[in-house]
């Protein structure tokens, strides 16, 4: 339809077989309601999912030819497969989704409303987390705290990856291939006209959620390492306190002496000290270490991903 804006979905997709069916159909529901005037494509993208994620995808690629699948050669990460979704994408805007269903996709007609009205970023905040328990909720607000205080960009609260973003975002995102990647960051980072929806989160639609509390403290270190170098700051003012600390203790130490106050010789106040000393500067060394590595990892520049399979889409001369 000549003259219709093209909106991409991108779904990065791992253990969830079972949910893709429904997860495709009320993506096709919701997109179908925003009118004829604007056109979709919906890019799942296949995290080397160890069950039969990929079969299910064929037979969904298969009965709509709007849809695109790409196939990892193995599990790269969720923010990498979020990566390979924008690169793929052809829409005036992208939306990223998870494939769960705790983020609903009728969601997305108040993010195409805002971005109408102008704005290039919308993101996707909740109000409420139902289906979860109380620690993955508390967890999960420590965790968006934490990283709002670490972090040199403002990070809005409560909010994940579920966001529209403008063409011209996509297109600024396209030239950030750090190895490191977190994906919510960047995009407030890029700046441009933002705002947000709230929404209620649901209870996953079925199975089990696959992003452990490893994976979401590894996001959390990718976060604050790749926006922030509070933690280096945060290490030398400990280092300072400390060394302070020292100091008015060797001056009370050295009065004591002079004023002729008897003490009692003892091992466990040099053990403790020894010991404390001894954790913060392997503790220092460590967050040291944190930086140089992805350092050393960037230095590299190796690809982000390997396609092993696509299916669907566009053909690459029209994609082009």
């Known amino acids: 339809m000549s003259g219709a804006r093209l909106l991409s979905v991108i779904v990065p997709v791992y253990g969830s077989e079972s949910i893709l ?54 599990n790269f990460g969720h923010q990498v497969a979020i990566t390979a979704g924008l690169d793929a994408a052809r829409g005036d805007a992208a939306v990223i989704i998870d494939d769960d269903l705790q983020d609903p996709p009728e969601a997305v007609v108040a993010m195409v409303e805002k971005w109408r009205e102008g704005f290039q970023v919308v993101h996707g905040v909740r109000s409420e987390r139902n289906g979860e328990t109380w620690f993955k909720r508390a967890s999960a607000s420590i965790f968006y705290r934490v990283m709002q205080s670490l972090s040199d960009t403002p990070l809005p609260l ?8 403008d063409r011209i975002v996509i297109d600024a995102l396209a030239g950030m291939r750090e190895e490191s990647r977190y994906v919510r960051g960047m995009v407030a980072w890029t700046g441009f006209r933002q705002c947000q929806v709230t929404y209620v989160r649901e209870a996953r639609f079925a199975g089990t959620g696959s992003y452990t509390m490893r994976r979401m403290l590894k996001l959390a270190i990718d976060g604050a390492l790749s926006f922030s170098v509070r933690p280096l ?3 030398s003012h400990i280092g300072l306190l400390v060394t302070g600390g020292a100091t008015l203790w060797g001056l009370w130490l050295i009065a004591e002496r002079l004023l002729g106050v008897a003490t009692v010789p003892g091992w466990t106040s040099t053990v403790v000290a020894v010991l404390f000393m ?24 190796r690809p982000l991903y390997f ?14």
């Open 21 to 74: 069916p429904e997860t495709h159909r009320r993506l096709s529901e919701m997109l179908t309601s925003l009118g004829p005037e604007l056109e979709h494509e919906i890019i799942f993208v296949n995290d080397g999912s160890p069950d039969g994620a990929m079969d299910a995808l064929r037979v969904i690629s298969a009965s709509d030819p709007r849809v695109l699948v790409i196939s990892f050669s193995r």
């Open 158 to 165: 409560d909010s994940g990856d579920f966001r529209l973003i």
């Open 233 to 235: 700051q945060v290490m």
């Open 278 to 301: 001894g954790g913060l500067q392997l503790v220092s060394l460590g967050v040291l270490g944190a930086y140089l590595g992805r350092i050393f990892y960037e230095t590299k520049r």
């Open 307 to 320: 396609v092993a399979e696509r299916i669907g889409g566009k053909p690459d001369d029209e994609a082009a």
